[in-house]
């Protein structure tokens, strides 16, 4: 019973964010995702999970979502795996199915922010297949001589993010996006290489994907100013 409330509930924090290319469901016993692990979540978490999904959602403009694919989004707990900079916990992934694309959020350690970094990583997907992203043009924004792989941040605060964004372009990309997403105007202000870097995948979305109707500024672009 209680978890058939929360699945009701779920639906109704979704309603009006929902499409027929986005579903959202709850993994319901463990399993393993290759590199990942995890549980079923608990209600609350799952509740959680929802209104954090419908929250970022809300930033995009409309029929956006739409355009990226099925986009399959399943809520799960105590997500873990292998990885250096988050002690084997994780808040969430995104990787490519043969239908579309499979967004792993855990519901109790996401937040909006962790959403937004899996959705720049399905639009990044998108624009580098299409060949709107190259790996020449990105590398014109890293310092002269940089290599991904991890280093030392101290040395390159204004190019990255943080170090994990040091890892490779796609996480680059994901921390940036998610940045603009979070902090909006003036978040690169003072950080002209990082402001590049957003305006040229800001640029990209706009040139690949059917902007009508969308606002002047959608919310990432609103951090160039």
Not at 21 to 44: C, H, N, Q, Y
Not at 152 to 160: K, L, M, Q, R
Not at 206 to 225: C, I, M, N, S, V
């Amino acid at each position: 019973m209680k978890r058939l409330l929360a699945l009701v509930l779920a639906f109704l924090l979704l309603a009006g964010c929902s499409s027929e290319s986005l579903a959202i469901e709850t993994l319901d016993k463990t399993r393993d995702f290759g590199a990942f692990r995890a549980t079923a979540p608990t209600v609350s978490e799952t509740n959680r999970g929802y209104a954090l999904v419908r929250s970022a959602l809300s930033c995009y403009p409309g029929g956006f979502p739409e355009q990226w694919g099925q986009v399959n989004i399943l809520l799960v707990s105590d997500l873990t795996g292998e990885e250096q900079f988050t002690g084997g916990h994780f808040a969430g992934f995104t990787r490519k199915t043969d239908d579309g694309w499979l967004m792993v959020l855990d519901a109790g350690r996401c937040d909006t922010g962790t959403v937004h970094h899996e959705i720049a990583h399905i639009l990044d997907g998108i624009l580098t297949e299409a060949g709107a992203l190259t790996e020449e043009d990105w590398m014109a924004f890293c310092p002269r001589g940089f290599s991904y792989g991890g280093g030392n941040f101290e040395a390159y605060p204004d190019f990255f993010a943080d170090e994990y964004a040091m890892e490779n372009m796609k996480e680059d990309r994901a921390r940036t996006f998610e940045e603009a997403m979070l902090f909006g105007a003036g978040v690169y202000e003072d950080k002209p290489a990082l402001w590049l870097k957003l305006e040229y995948f800001s640029r990209a979305i706009r040139a690949h994907f059917d902007t009508e109707g969308w606002p002047e500024k959608t919310a990432w672009e609103q951090a160039l100013e």
